[in-house]
């Protein structure tokens, strides 16, 4: 298959979906052009909208990207598929796919009619040596089918172990001593071990998810407070000396966490007893760590304590060149989670160790069709070559023409009910598209605000803060704001409407808590963001009143009370900091006359009080911020 100028990869975790797109240079290696990734939500009460979230954050990178409809190699994790390492006894090269085949129905739990499948032969050992590795076919094509609606098509599937292995060959070359290379997902850890041109690797179902269900137990707290507790506070505990020279509450957490780590120490050491005894490998020499489970503080530090070997970052970029465009700081913060992208681009560019390809039934008929393209460009050539000899043959050819011409018909006429019946299909398949796009843009949204209110209780947990409301805010308008105004002035100066009636809850039951409040008129669509419905028609008799319009917010209005501090007269400012660093849900920047960024201050966004009566328990503020994107209010 001839690659496009670009090669586009894409790695599709539990927790994090990236994509990388690259070019070849005039020496054939690789540079990286574009790079961009987003998280979604892990939590185990969420798995149902996995596929959902990871479609529609595949849809955004490939539209901040502007992938088009590109073909793209992406990479499924370790835990998705069925791997096994089998020996091969000596045959002659002509019988291994047979054999292998055979092998593949001994070990693959499910029939293979109901699995893709590939395998590898691996070079390095005494004896001749395949790995297989097969998925259930309706898996891959819920997955592959999640990519498509995205808008891009399939080139190649890979296996993130395998993508980690090309790319860690390509970096360092072939390793003289054992090697371990620990990828530290989600909700898996993919564990490869290296030797020369030995090969082996195995999922342990030990990941970031499992240290943040281990704080959700020990806390009482929810699955989302727990990753926004680990990713703010959270280290590993490195021992009683450490522990001393650090705040007692992070302490309590850090032991937490070092206890969910020792699962994936204790699984290391029964796969390395495994690989010894089973494989005939070495035990590791040096460890590698990669994945976005490595993020946490002193994780290094942690697996060079407990395994007493030397420990370094996976950096597969050692091997690729970084276009001008690219954000380098970015690049070299996430650089140990872009092995799976990296070992994906290399498949592009013919320079892979490993070539597994899980290829989906619709992209192998796409291939046949392709393949069979020569062979019509051949037969229509011998067709026109023999048009010079119909000339001798006239009548009979009119005859066999005519012939052909009636048997076309009868299939036209005979095909006819059945292009209506598609038709009514097709048309069915549109309708249930948006209601599940409606559906998912909901649970979306709804996703949305449960992170918003999180880093919100995050950012603002303190002593001398307390709220009282977290008001959506409808209609806000950033370009109204006057640098030069007083700081009152321009909080007032902002217009937009809340979208929550001070009266809510004196409602009455079945009417609605939400303000009337008519949506602008519809624009030009933007994409990646979901139209405003049209405003309700005026009702006549006899008439069914159209739905109202969805209320889309764009910015919350937080109110609250900040206790006066001797030590800091601006606690609300510092607090408003943990947003500013950490936080997805809101923006702090605005477009100047020339497309520019102007990063918004606090004097922009929050209006609080510094005097009051000495009776006062507190002293109101109120802080507007604009939200990351606009979001349904229902």
């Known amino acids: 298959m001839a690659d496009t100028p670009n090669s586009i990869a894409l790695n599709i975790g539990s927790q994090r979906i990236s994509v990388a797109v690259f070019e070849t240079s005039k020496g054939g290696d690789l540079v990286l052009k574009s790079y ?13 909208s996995r596929i959902s979230q990871s479609r529609i954050a595949i849809g955004d990178l490939a539209q901040r990207l502007k992938l088009g409809k590109s073909k793209v190699r992406y990479a499924i994790s370790g835990q998705a598929v069925f791997t096994r390492f089998v020996k091969l006894p000596p045959i002659q090269a002509d019988n291994v796919e047979q054999l292998v085949t055979f092998e593949a129905q001994q070990h693959v739990p499910f029939p293979l009619e109901e699995v893709v499948w590939d395998y590898e032969l691996i070079d390095g050992a005494a004896e001749k040596e395949a790995v297989i590795v097969a998925i259930k076919g309706d898996a891959l094509d819920e997955i592959n089918g ?50 020369g041109t030995r090969f082996f690797t195995r999922s342990v179902p030990v990941g970031g998810a499992a240290i943040t269900a281990a704080i959700a137990k020990e806390y009482h707290i929810s699955f989302l407070d727990a990753e926004h507790q680990k990713i703010s506070n959270g280290l590993v505990a490195l021992g009683a000396g450490y522990d001393q020279q650090i705040d007692e509450a992070v302490s309590a957490l850090a032991t937490v966490i070092r206890n969910a780590l020792g699962r994936l120490i204790s699984e290391i050491t029964r796969t390395t007893s495994y690989y010894r005894s089973q494989q005939g490998g070495s035990a590791p020499r040096r460890v590698v ?21 030397p420990v370094e970052y996976f950096n597969p970029l050692q091997a690729v060149t970084l276009a001008k465009d690219i954000d380098v700081e970015q690049v070299q ?45 051949a037969a229509a050539a011998i067709l ?46 549109a309708a249930l598209r948006r209601i599940t796009d409606a559906y998912t843009g909901l649970e979306s949204d709804h996703a949305f605000w449960m992170d918003l209110i999180s880093e919100v209780r995050g950012a603002f947990a303190s002593d001398a803060v307390w709220l009282t409301d977290l008001e959506p805010i409808s209609g806000y308008d950033l370009a ?58 005026t009702k006549r008799p006899g008439q069914v009143p159209a739905p109202a319009a969805t209320t889309m917010a764009n910015a919350i209005r937080i109110k609250g009370f900040w206790r006066d501090n001797p030590k800091s007269q601006n606690v609300v400012s510092e607090l408003l900091k943990n947003l500013r660093e950490k936080s997805t849900s809101f923006r702090f920047t605005i477009k100047d006359a020339k497309g ?22 507190g002293l109101p503020f109120q802080i507007t911020l604009p939200l990351a994107r606009e979001v349904a209010v229902k």
């Open 146 to 195: 999640t990519v498509n609606e995205s808008g891009l098509a399939t080139a190649e599937v890979d296996v993130a172990p395998m993508a980690l292995y090309n790319a860690f060959r390509a970096a360092y070359g072939q390793p003289e001593e054992s090697v371990l290379l620990v990828d530290i997902g989600a909700k898996t850890s993919n564990l490869l071990y290296m030797e």
């Open 289 to 309: 760590l990669a994945g976005g489970g490595a993020n946490l503080p002193y994780t290094l530090e942690f697996f060079q304590e407990k395994l007493n070997l």
């Open 384 to 429: 026109i070559a023999g048009m010079g000899a119909w000339t001798f043959m006239k009548n009979l050819a009119a005859t066999k023409a005519a012939e052909e011409a009636r048997s076309m018909l009868e299939q036209r006429d005979s095909l006819a009910p059945l292009k209506s019946q598609i038709d009514g299909l097709l048309k069915k398949e």
């Open 36 to 48: 961009d990734s987003e998280s979604i939500v892990a939590d185990p009460a969420l798995e149902a």
């Open 480 to 537: 109204s704001l006057d640098p030069k105004a007083s700081p009152g002035a321009r909080t007032s100066a902002a217009n937009g409407k809340e979208v929550v009636k001070e009266e809510f809850s004196n409602t009455n039951y079945g009417a609605s808590s939400l303000n009337q409040i008519q949506p602008v008129a519809a624009a030009a669509a933007t994409p990646g963001k979901r139209p405003a419905q049209a405003p309700a028609t």
């Open 333 to 377: 913060r996430e650089a140990h989670m872009m092995g799976e992208l990296v070992g994906l681009a290399l498949r592009g560019v013919g320079k892979s160790q490993l070539h597994i390809d899980l290829v989906p039934l619709t992209v192998e008929q796409a291939r046949a069709a392709d393949r069979r393209k020569p062979y019509l460009i």
């Open 596 to 617: 520019g960024d102007i990063v918004l201050s606090d004097e922009q966004i929050l209006a609080i009080t510094v005097e009051g009566a000495p009776e006062d328990l």
